[in-house]
């Protein structure tokens, strides 16, 4: 064969199946239009069954599962459904990086673009015997890890129910939470993002901001002042100190605080709170317990796929749920503001349509219909734009 037939040769003659990456968040919808020349990547572990299922009916050339980095294996019903189809699922693939809509060839675990034939990246395909293996052997961790979170739940509750109930034990500060919105932004990796998406509401509400750990850096460099920084003093900057915000200095139940020194050089004033609980969940009690109105919190949400990992801290399962009645998830309230923004564009082009068939009337010489019809148009815009914001 000649060396220009090899060269020509189409990425479908080779081994494996060619699809259409398709990425599809989580919380997204499946798209419709998607089929057999499509290469699905999502997170299996936060897929519902539903999604798996429209998966299957698409007949998809394959899926890729793509958890966040590090994760294991949730017992989603979502494995089940696709190990008892005939779609090759690949695992230990990261394709975070492929643009939705590329062409690439999957043989045996491995990514290769059907552009130029480079290798992507490279995972495991796995049978389906090897699939259900797997989610029987993820369902028995999730519940011994459920176990053992609990158990460490319950021995932090009979050490500091008299903290979570009545708020015994709680540092004085002079900050008044009493019926105020609250933002607590903690140090985790999506805090950053998410309080960039809070900025309409905390222009709107002028809540009391609280920086947990590099949560107070996030902040700052937001150019928002944070009102207390509940933190390790060694763990933020000087400046972060220095800003004006009251400080709170964890310490462990004896009263033993860690980089008290750095307060004491930079001529500052600190609290200590004694309590074994995490930075993040001292925050929540101190605003709870002040009497604020609402808490808004950053970081991953508490739900079942986070609920029991290593990462997440016994106590917070008792602090969440005595701030429950008061307690959002950062997500959530992004939400609201962004069909809000939507709302107020169309509003802005609504108004734009009112001005040019003003300049239409004008120009005819009808001034006084022109005033008339302006302040009725007018009023009903701004009852209409009203509308939007209650």
């Known amino acids: 064969m000649k060396m220009s037939g090899l060269l020509s040769r189409r990425s479908t003659d080779l081994a494996g199946v060619v699809g259409t990456v398709r990425q599809i968040g989580v919380g997204s919808q499946v798209p419709r239009k998607l089929g057999a020349k499509d290469v699905a990547v999502l997170d299996l572990n936060r897929a519902p069954a539903d999604t798996a299922r429209a998966l299957v009916d698409a007949g998809v050339a394959a899926v890729v599962h793509m958890p966040r980095q590090g994760e294991e294996m949730l017992p989603r019903a979502a494995f089940r459904i696709l190990a008892a189809s005939t779609i090759p699922v690949i695992e230990d693939a990261d394709l975070s990086g492929v643009a939705d809509g590329t062409r690439v060839r999957i043989d045996d ?138 400080l709170v200095v964890p310490a462990d139940r004896d009263g033993r605080a ?91 082009v609504v108004l734009a349509a009112l001005i040019a068939v003003a300049a239409v009337v004008v120009a005819r010489d009808a001034a006084a219909d022109l005033l008339i019809w302006a302040v009725e148009t007018w009023n009903s815009f701004a009852l209409w734009v009203q509308g939007l914001f209650r």
């Open 258 to 348: 860690e980089g008290l020194e750095k307060i004491t050089e930079l001529g500052l004033g600190a609290t200590t709170f004694p309590a074994a609980a995490t930075p993040r969940d001292m925050a929540l009690l101190l605003a709870y317990h002040g009497g604020a109105e609402m808490i808004v919190v950053t970081g991953d949400d508490r739900g079942l796929e986070n609920a029991f990992r290593d990462s997440s801290a016994p106590s917070s399962t008792m602090v969440d749920t005595t701030v429950s009645s008061r307690l959002v998830h950062a997500d959530a309230c992004a939400t609201l503001y962004r069909s809000r923004g939507a709302g107020i564009g169309l509003a802005l």
């Open 109 to 246: 675990g491995v990514v290769y673009s059907v552009k130029s034939e480079d290798e992507i990246t490279s995972g495991r395909e796995v049978d389906p015997a090897t699939l259900l293996a797997e989610v029987d052997t993820a369902e028995s961790g999730y519940v011994e890890s459920a176990l053992a979170h609990l158990a460490n739940a319950t021995e932090f509750l009979s050490l500091e129910h008299p903290l979570l109930l009545d708020g015994e034990g709680l540092p004085s500060i002079d900050v008044d939470f009493t019926d105020r919105h609250v933002v607590v932004v903690t140090g985790d990796a999506a805090a950053r993002g998410q309080l960039a998406e809070l900025k309409p509401f905390i222009r709107e509400y002028r809540p009391l901001l609280v920086g947990v750990g590099a949560g107070a850096e996030f902040l700052r460099s937001a150019r928002l002042t944070a009102d207390v920084v509940v933190a390790t003093p060694t763990d933020v900057s000087d400046d972060v100190l220095t800003d004006g915000a009251v």
